[in-house]
C-alpha cells in the first residue's frame, strides 16, 4: 500500500500481510472482486491471526486491487450449496464481520475501488473507511437482490449510521453512493483522489496505533455489544437468502 519499509506476515493466492513502520498491517485481498465463499473466509482469518499474533504498537488497514475492495458474497458460490448448507456459509461470514467488528487494533478501510454488499459490510466492521472519490460505488443492494439482511447486518449498518434516512435509503432503495456522496453523508470518513488513499489510510492507523490492544477490544465489544451479539447467534430469522436466477 505504500513505500516504507515493511515486512511479510503472510502470503496465500487471496492475500497478502505486510507489516509496515510503526506496527501498521496492510491487508490486501488479491483474488479479483474478492467474493466471498468458505475457503476465502477461512484464509481471511489465517491472515487476521497473523496481525493478532503482532506483538507492541499495531493497527489494521484493509484493502483491495484494481478495480474492486470487494464485490460481496460468492452467489456462485451460495448456488452451489445444498440449501441446508447456505444457513451455515452466511453465519461464517457474519463471525468474520463480528471478528473485524470488536479487532483489538483500530481498522481502517481502504476503499480502492468498487463496493457492494457483503464488502460493504466488511467496510462497516471497520472503525474509519477511506474512498476514491473519482471511481467506485459503495453500496448495499441486497433489496434487488432478494436478500433480506440478517438482524446482525442490519445491526452493524444501524451502528455506523446515524441518520435514520439515510439508513432507509441504504437498506430499502439499495442506493449506489460514490466517494464524494459517501463522505458527504458520512458512510465513509474521507473521500480521496485514488493516489492519496494509501498515504491517508496509513496516517489514520499510524495514529491509533500505539493504543493498547486489549483496551480497544473490551471498548469495542462494549460499543457494539448489540450487533456482535446478533451477529454470532444462530438465528437468520427472514434471511431466506433466495437468489435471482439471474445470478
Given at each position: 500500500l505504500v513505500a516504507n519499509m515493511a515486512s511479510e506476515l503472510y502470503s496465500s493466492s487471496n492475500f497478502e500481510v505486510q507489516q509496515h513502520d510503526g506496527g501498521v498491517c496492510v491487508l490486501t485481498m488479491k483474488a479479483g472482486e474478492n467474493r466471498f465463499n468458505d475457503k476465502f473466509i477461512a484464509d481471511f482469518h489465517l491472515a487476521l491471526d497473523s496481525v493478532e499474533k503482532t506483538s507492541g504498537p499495531g493497527a489494521l488497514i484493509i484493502t483491495g486491487e484494481g478495480k474492486f475492495f470487494s464485490n460481496g458474497l460468492d452467489v456462485n458460490y451460495m448456488g452451489s450449496?445444498?440449501?441446508?448448507?447456505?444457513p451455515n456459509f452466511l453465519r461464517n461470514f457474519q463471525r468474520l464481520v463480528a471478528r473485524i467488528l470488536v479487532f483489538p487494533m483500530i481498522t481502517v478501510a481502504a476503499l480502492n475501488g468498487h463496493?457492494?454488499?457483503?464488502?460493504?459490510?466488511?467496510?462497516?466492521?471497520?472503525?474509519?473507511?477511506?474512498?476514491?472519490q473519482d471511481r467506485g460505488f459503495w453500496c448495499m443492494p441486497e433489496i434487488d437482490l432478494t436478500m433480506p439482511l440478517s438482524p446482525g447486518m442490519n445491526a452493524v449498518i444501524r451502528c455506523r449510521i446515524a441518520d435514520t434516512g439515510l439508513f432507509r435509503d441504504i437498506i430499502l432503495l439499495g442506493k449506489k453512493y460514490g466517494g464524494g456522496e459517501a463522505a458527504k453523508l458520512t458512510i465513509v470518513d474521507q473521500a480521496v483522489d485514488e493516489k492519496a488513499i494509501p498515504?491517508?489510510?496509513m496516517d489514520l492507523a499510524t495514529a491509533g496505533a500505539q493504543k493498547d490492544r486489549r483496551t480497544l477490544g473490551a471498548l469495542k465489544r462494549?460499543?457494539?455489544?448489540?450487533?456482535?451479539?446478533?451477529?454470532?447467534q444462530?438465528?437468520?430469522v427472514e434471511a431466506n437468502y433466495s437468489l435471482k436466477s439471474k445470478l
Open positions: 450449496l445444498p440449501p441446508t448448507e447456505v463496493c457492494y454488499a457483503g464488502g460493504a459490510m466488511l467496510s462497516m466492521g471497520c472503525d474509519y473507511r477511506i474512498m476514491r498515504t491517508v489510510a462494549e460499543m457494539f455489544r448489540e450487533a456482535h451479539s446478533k451477529l454470532v444462530e438465528d437468520l
